[in-house]
């Protein structure tokens, strides 16, 4: 696991900053207080567990803010993933948020909880990146060795132990070991319930040759009594029979009355139709010749209307004819008017033109002959011939004002016949004929007329009806008497025949009864027979889920804390020792670790012995220059064990002033082991404050603060 980016917003004393981590080893400097480990250690721890040094998580918040947010980037396998959580405080709480994806694919699960789950799954659990990927001075470089002992175990079984899968897989086995169990329990009762029923075949079987006895006694009476039935309710039933032979004649012979009622009617009805329709006979004679005098005085009123239409037409069209005539008129009028006008401008023009011969002064009168006065007769002379042109455009003015005289002539010789054609009085409307009459004589003549098309048709059914009267009158004295029958002996009849349905029904309920004791006692001894022989096998069920249960028993006590946890930590203790010497081999090649576990102390307890120049020491025996060494050593150590364990190494470590008690040698060693961390290829973020190790590392993360939050910035 390599981080690649770190993303904060209001974090500490950092408002917002977006951050890089390259490869290799980079020195993040600045400032006391400047949020150097807020940026290295703080956010990436708090934005994949959620965890942070700080009492609660609102003290993170920058001051004066409400809402915080991380998000850091790292690569595992190839795969980008994207670990993003935010903090919102308000006056009811703080509300988190938690967003995980891989490769640009969210991963967020409906729960919080589950969302974790998957991070740690990728990352491993806290304590892995705690006791291997941070190591601090502030707080002790050394804080896998600085624990107590039991909580030293605890801590190494936490990052070489998988214990959420161990319980997964323990949680499996003590399921399946309960349901063996319980199963081991529900065949034990099994076997006794069979064996109980083994024991009562013998006297099941006795009580079933009775019931069967029983039964075939009662189906025996039931047999009887459904004969001594059916006979009875023949009787009976020969007893309805004549009483519905008797009432089916009493209804025929009333039927056969009825009948002649009814074609008696009929006669009567036909008869007064006949007569009906020969009245209507003489009363259309009557109406024909009614209704031919109505149609003849009707057609003399229709063209007596037809003439009187026909002047109103004439009296309309000579005055519309007349009132147009002496418009024309009074139009030709004012046009002979204005042409005679016109023709007397005209002469008076001419003349006028005429005179104009000579050349005078308008002061003396004298002739004058020079060019300027005969320009001014010539320009005299035009404008007259200008204006009688208008007056006369083409010549034809007098032709134009003979027409007018005889146009005015015409219209007045035809205004006068008009005016003697115009009658002087309108003849008055003739009186409309009452057409009511017609229309009524004509409905009731098609009536009449109807009615007598009938009559003959009448006639022919009214002697079908009479001879159908004397058919039905034979018929019914053809038919004779009722016959009667004694109600007396169907009533008795009856009676028997509900007193053996009463008996039938109680020999059929006992013989139903003793069947179905005879099925239910045949139903337990197969029950108790099955269960007998099912006893060896259900024996052999027992023993193998009895197997069972011991198999998963013993799998169950393997994934629990004791069990192979327990040998994984023991095997463990040999490869960190192994791995920390490794490691102290270039920090302080004097010092050699040993740890001893529960086996050699007789507690659950992790103990560590340093052997070194003066002998062997304890971690809290050491100086503060040994302790750096040694933690270091054994945090690298953990690392590369946690890494195998979960499948997952935290190859970006953080170096957080873990070089402040180092001076000479050391300080050199650690320089060496610098360079070694990226060899091996591991990415570091060091946070120091010696010229040598800042000398050493070119690339830098430089944290500024000012008054608005610190800035950041890569070098």
């Known amino acids: 696991m390599r ?143 600085e624990s107590v002992p039991a909580r030293r175990r605890e801590l190494l079984r936490q990052i070489i132990v998988n214990d959420a899968e161990w319980d997964v897989w323990a949680k499996g086995a003590g399921v399946k070991l309960r349901w063996h169990e319980a199963r081991g329990l529900g065949l034990a009762a099994l076997i006794g319930v069979a064996e109980e029923g083994s024991t009562q075949a013998g006297a099941l079987r006795v009580e079933y040759g009775e019931a069967v006895s029983r039964a075939g006694q009662a189906s025996v009476l039931r047999d009887k009594a459904r004969d001594a039935l059916r006979a009875a309710e023949a009787e009976v039933a020969a007893s309805q029979e004549a009483e519905r032979r008797v009432s089916l004649a009493k209804q025929t012979r009333a039927a056969l009355a009825q009948a002649v009622d009814d074609a008696e009617a009929r006669w009567r009805l036909a008869r007064s139709k006949a007569e009906s329709a020969a009245g209507a006979l003489k009363e259309a004679d009557f109406l024909r010749k009614r209704l031919a005098s109505l149609q003849e005085a009707q057609a003399e009123n229709e063209a007596a209307v037809k003439r009187w239409n026909e002047a109103l037409q004439e009296a309309a069209a000579i005055a519309a004819t007349l009132r147009v005539t002496e418009r024309g008129l009074t139009l030709a009028q004012r046009e002979l008017d204005r042409l005679v ?8 023009l001419t003349a006028e033109y005429d005179g104009i011969t000579r050349t005078e002064c308008s002061l003396c009168g004298q002739e004058l002959n020079t060019p300027e006065a005969r320009l001014n007769v010539s320009t005299r002379r035009l404008a007259l011939s200008g204006r009688m042109a208008a007056l006369d455009p083409g010549g034809q003015l007098a032709r134009r004002l003979t027409d007018a005289k005889d146009s005015v002539l015409q219209a007045a010789g035809t205004l006068a016949a008009l005016q003697e054609r115009q009658p002087t009085v309108v003849p008055a409307m003739p009186a409309l004929l009452d057409i009511s009459e017609l229309g009524e004589v004509t409905t009731r003549l098609a009536l009449a007329e109807a009615a007598g098309r ?49 008996a039938n029904k109680d020999a059929e309920a006992n013989a139903t ?35 069972h249960a011991q198999t998963w028993r013993l799998l169950a006590e ?37 740890f001893s576990t529960l086996s050699e102390t007789g507690r659950e307890t992790l103990e560590e012995g340093v052997q070194g120049p003066f002998g062997l020491l304890s971690f809290a025996d050491l100086s503060g220059a040994q302790s750096v060494a040694v933690g270091l050593a054994v945090r690298l150590a953990l690392s590369e064990l946690g890494g195998v364990a979960h499948g997952v190494r935290h190859e970006t470590l953080v170096l957080d002033e ?58």
């Not at 006008?341 to 008076?348: H, K, P, V």
């Not at 048709?457 to 009479?466: I, K, N």
């Not at 003793?514 to 023993?543: D, F, G, M, S």
């Open 341 to 348: 006008a016109d023709d007397r401008r005209l002469r008076d």
């Open 454 to 502: 009938d009559l003959s048709g009448l006639r022919d059914e009214m002697e079908s009806a009479r001879v159908n009267v004397h058919k039905r009158v034979y018929a019914l004295d053809d038919f004779g008497p009722v016959p009667q029958v004694d109600a007396g002996e169907t009533r008795m009849a009856e009676i028997r025949a509900r007193s053996l349905a009463l």
């Open 513 to 547: 009864a003793a069947q179905a004791e005879a099925t239910r006692l045949a139903e337990r001894l197969r029950r108790a027979e099955e269960q007998a022989a099912a006893v060896p096998a259900l024996r052999a069920k027992q023993a193998e889920s009895e197997g």
């Open 558 to 594: 393997a994934c629990g804390p004791a069990g192979v946890r327990q040998l994984m930590i023991d095997q463990g203790l040999a490869a960190l020792e192994t791995g920390a010497n490794r490691w102290l081999e270039l920090l302080s090649p004097e010092f050699r670790i040993a």
């Open 658 to 715: 873990v070089d402040a008690w180092l001076t000479g040698e050391r300080q050199d060693a650690y320089l060496r082991l610098l360079e070694k961390l990226g060899e091996r290829g591991y990415d570091a973020l060091v946070i120091s404050h010696i010229d040598g190790v800042r000398d050493l590392i070119p690339q830098r993360i430089e944290l500024t603060a000012t008054a608005q939050g610190t800035e950041v910035r890569t070098a």
């Open 3 to 145: 981080l690649r980016r770190i993303a904060l917003e209001n974090m500490r004393s950092i408002a917002c900053a977006d951050v890089a981590v390259p490869p290799g080893v980079t020195l993040i400097t600045g400032e006391n207080g400047s949020g150097k480990s807020t940026l290295a250690d703080l956010a990436p721890a708090w934005a994949g567990w959620g965890h942070t040094r700080s009492a609660s998580q609102a003290s993170l918040v920058r001051q004066g803010q409400r809402d915080m947010s991380v998000a850091v980037t790292f690569t595992v396998d190839g795969h980008e993933y994207v670990v993003r959580r935010r903090l919102h405080l308000s006056a009811s709480g703080a509300t988190s948020d938690l967003d995980f994806l891989r490769d640009g694919i969210s991963l967020k699960a409906p729960v919080m909880a589950e969302t974790q789950r998957l991070i740690e799954q990728v990352t491993g659990p806290f304590a892995l990146w705690s006791q291997t990927a941070r190591v601090r001075q502030q707080g002790g470089a050394g804080e896998f060795l």
